[in-house]
């Protein structure tokens, strides 16, 4: 994974990358054609902007459900794979709430940064 800075094009991707970056230990690099989010020598976010739509690739636990759910009424924006990894696709000028972005964010580093980044949150 090589470290990159290079601005999004979209806003919305750029908030993303910011909140991303507010975790312990997280450092931006890229994989393949996006940018990979790794806290601790783990990646929890995958994030690119391709053909008009931004691309969030993440793992979640908890929140599979509710994102089965919203895949069930638009399987060209989610895909939700077994273990938990999730693809959203999405126009930039019409993403999901930004609180739920973030959440999920969070949500996948939780589920795979390792518990000694994690505990660097509560100090």
Known sequence: MSETTEAFVHPISETIRVHAMTFPETIEGSSCV???FNAG???FVF???KDGEINLRLKLGASVPESENLAK???DRWQVGKAGWTLLRF???NPPPIQD???????SFHLLAPKKVIALLDS
Do not use: F, H, M, T
């Open 34 to 36: 996006n940018r990979a």
């Open 41 to 43: 020598g783990k990646n």
């Open 73 to 75: 009424g638009d399987s």
């Open 91 to 93: 126009p930039p000028d």
């Open 101 to 107: 972005l973030q959440r999920w964010v969070e949500e």
């Open 47 to 49: 994030l690119g902007e």
